[in-house]
């Protein structure tokens, strides 16, 4: 069996991963942030037949947390021979659709016991687990009983979380990417800590001069030029390197042949530049579903299979390769294997689109990848961006998209790259607005030392001016050296200094919108339950009687995406409700809520008091907890999500959401409503989730209000608000609580006014 892993970066991972070995399956790791269509895709082609993640939720998923319940700790007795898979890697392809390298075994122990991360004691594993390089560090270290410092997934983005993990594990052996290490070396924290690193690996992309100058003036480490493409198991070669001006790959590992053949496969001499075949143990079994792929660059020769690398190289005097670049349309972007034919397929597919050519061009300086097509008709770029999120990852999707009215040709009748226009960098620059408060001018100058230019205004964009993941940590990396933390990915997300600057200053602010216009002044403000989403009062503002206008509140968090989710502290709603409601409150204004926004209303009504006049608050069947330390369960919050919506779409009584696939949920949703979330419905429900488990814990200190507070309660126990209101005024409502605001609406509305 072919087993997906998609987890964060913790222990789990690595328990799934033996369990998948052990259980004699071949596992194959997933990005958490590889789009929808890429997951898909990978899972019908690998023929998988289960996909270990965090929730389990859909019929072929299981979740880690109940596997790790299993009791069994007995190895099963699984006979696994040597050729058997043992993991697959999906890299990009020039199709159109990534190809699955076949791993076994064999090929995987090999590797294993000759890298010279073997030598040592601990080793710092910082590379995404779609990269083949984070399973050599785990394989190694499992194998050789070496320490494996795994960074989390805050770590691996933040280069002052990393730092800190580095100065307290103190790591012998560290990975980088050339081009990674020399944003790092930016931030002078790092270069102090990386005085423990004994041996210092350099790949992923070309080996770099200027990173090894840099990096040997902190740390006397040794310092390797590691290569190797996927298909034959990670790394071949591996050279350390002593002189900036003598870089090669050396010789190949131990059970490697490294070879230059001419256009027949046939060996040149030394100095003569050819094709780089790599032979031995360590050569893969090929791309998994794929026989014509596979038969393009795997053979056999002499009884020894090989793989032709696609790598102009030349062998020197004393036996080592010198690569010289690549042969075919394939390169390497900070580190990151890109196929250009994959994204100039997934862009001619768009609609009206005929012909693609995309390339590397210079922007501030950096690599980007630049996009030129023509078409029947205009295209609206920033909807053709939208478009790749769904089909290619992140770093694959072009900085700049330029329609042409006819593409350029050589006589032959190809399309003439050279002669491709050059980025107007200033056409892509909006109109100049300066900043105007601290944390604005912090942003700017940061943008303008990064990006080495003057004027850079608060509405710039961060990847129109060049910006990558690399600028980004060079971003956050200057900040870090002032002592402000910011994660690289508020630069990559929020993009201009503005946006960047709210995050910085903790500005980003509930929103605070009119939903239901009045004939009188009066305002009255809906404050959500637990998940934080206006939607709780979707049908209920319709139906409400009261003459003045209705305010609702939208959790800002609805507007981050999963991952920065997962970084929010708790215990914050509060004074975000608050700081929205007194943009627009009046004296008299009315405070009202549902369920588990009742705590939260009476919080805010004691805040406003301080300042205003309170005209009424409203308490609609909640709890009274001033202190909640246990976070609400994911079971429960599905529990409640599906009964509320069932009850407002008339769902049979036997659905579960949470184990509906999400192709399958649109389905079950108003067309509106689906329509209005451009997300997904499936991404929606996980953020309710998420916001639930944020917003379900607080500490608060018990507070009397002076407002009149009216209290609708389907159970007579919740007198107890009595005891925090000096005019109390307590109704029973014969209702079910978790229909309030949908059929059993009618028993209430008089009251909530």
């Known amino acids: ?83 058997d898979l043992a993991y697959m890697i999906y890299t990009s392809g020039s199709t159109g659709k990534p190809k699955g390298v076949m791993i076994s075994h064999e090929n995987a122990c090999n590797q294993t016991q000759a890298n010279p991360k073997c030598e040592y ?29 795994f960074a989390n997934d805050d770590e691996i983005l933040n280069i002052v979380e990393l730092t800190k993990l580095i100065e307290e594990e103190k790591p012998e052996v560290m990975e980088f990417t050339p081009s990674r290490l020399l944003s790092y070396l930016e ?3 790092f270069c102090n800590a990386i005085a423990c690193a004994k041996c210092i690996v350099m790949g992923g992309e070309q080996f770099s001069a200027k990173a090894y100058t840099e990096v040997k003036q902190y740390t006397d480490a040794k310092v390797y030029n590691s290569y190797g493409p996927t298909e034959i198991t990670i790394a071949s070669n591996y050279k350390e390197i002593t002189d900036a001006n003598n870089i090669t790959i050396g010789k190949a590992l131990d059970n490697y042949v490294t070879e230059v053949r001419d256009i027949d496969g046939k060996l040149l001499p030394e100095g003569v530049i050819g094709e780089l075949y790599i032979g031995g143990v360590g050569v893969g079994k090929g791309y998994y579903n794929m026989p014509e792929k596979t038969s393009e660059v795997f053979l056999t020769i002499d009884d020894i299979p090989y793989y032709r690398s696609g790598d102009y190289a030349l062998e020197t005097a004393d036996g080592e390769i010198e690569i010289k670049g690549r042969i075919d349309n394939q390169i390497k972007l900070r580190g990151l294997r890109i196929e250009i034919g994959e994204i100039e397929s997934n862009i001619a597919n768009y609609p009206d689109i005929k012909q693609v050519a995309v390339v590397i061009k210079k922007i501030s300086e950096n690599d980007h990848l630049c996009a030129y097509f023509t078409a029947e008709q205009e295209i609206d770029t920033e909807n053709l961006k939208e478009y790749l999120k769904d089909k290619l990852t992140e770093y694959m999707i072009p900085t700049v998209f330029m329609q042409l009215d006819v593409m350029p040709v050589t006589p032959s009748g190809k399309t003439d790259t050279k002669a491709l226009p050059e980025i107007d960098e200033q056409s892509l620059k909006v109109e100049y607005v300066a900043p105007t ?21 608060i509405h710039d964009d961060f990847t129109v001016l060049g910006g990558d993941s690399l600028t980004s940590i060079k971003v956050t990396s ?9 994660s690289p990915s508020v630069v990559m997300n929020s993009k201009t200094p503005e ?7 903790g500005e980003f602010k509930y929103q605070v919108t009119l939903a239901k216009k009045g004939t009188t002044d009066q305002n009255m403000f809906l404050i959500p339950p637990v998940a934080g989403s206006a939607v709780a009062y979707s049908t209920f503002i319709p139906r409400l009687e009261f003459e003045g206008n209705i305010y609702v509140i939208d959790d800002f968090k609805y507007h981050l995406t999963i991952e920065e989710m997962q970084k929010i502290d708790s215990g914050t709603a509060v004074e975000k409700y608050y700081e929205a409601i007194m943009e627009v409150f009046q004296d008299g204004d009315i405070i009202a809520a549902y369920s588990q926004g009742c705590i939260f209303s009476i919080m805010i009504t004691s805040m406003i008091e301080k300042e205003r006049k309170v005209g009424k608050c409203i308490l609609i069947d909640g709890d009274l907890v001033f202190k909640e330390t246990e976070p609400i369960s994911r079971k429960e919050v599905f529990g409640l999500i599906t009964a509320v919506f069932s009850d407002r779409f008339g769902w049979d009584d036997s659905i579960q959401l949470d184990q509906i696939p999400p192709e399958q949920l649109d389905e079950l949703f108003p067309e509106e409503m689906s329509a209005a979330i451009p997300e997904g419905i499936d991404v929606f429900l996980e953020k309710i989730v998420l916001i639930s488990l ?17 209290y609708l309660s389907t159970e007579p126990k919740y007198m107890e608000f009595s005891e925090y209101a000096r005019d109390f005024e307590y109704i029973s409502i014969e209702a079910d609580h978790l229909k309030l605001m949908d059929s059993d609406a009618d028993k209430i509305i008089k009251y909530v006014k």
């Open 499 to 505: 946006k960047i600057a709210k995050v910085l200053e």
């Open 437 to 457: 408060t601290p944390a604005e001018q912090i942003i700017v100058k940061a943008f303008e030392h990064v990006f080495n230019q003057e004027k850079i205004g």
């Open 478 to 486: 200057l900040l870090a050296s002032q002592n402000i933390t910011l």
């Open 694 to 710: 944020i917003n379900s814990v607080w500490d608060f200190k018990p507070v009397t209000i002076d407002s009149h507070v009216v």
């Open 1 to 83: 069996s072919n087993i997906l892993i998609m987890l964060p970066r913790n222990s789990d991972l690595i328990a799934s991963i033996l369990g998948v070995l052990k259980a004699g399956c071949a596992f194959i790791p997933l990005d958490l942030k590889f789009p929808k269509e890429r997951i898909e895709y990978i899972y019908e082609n690998s023929q998988a037949d289960y996909i270990i993640d965090m929730g389990g939720h859909t019929p072929n998923s299981l979740s880690v947390e109940e596997l790790l319940e299993e009791e069994n700790c007995n190895n099963p007795n699984i006979e696994i021979n040597p050729e």
């Open 121 to 149: 004691d601990n080793l710092l594993s910082i590379a995404t687990i779609a990269f083949d390089t984070s399973l050599e560090d785990i394989l190694t270290g499992l194998t050789n009983g070496i320490k494996i410092i």
């Open 187 to 189: 931030y002078e924290e």
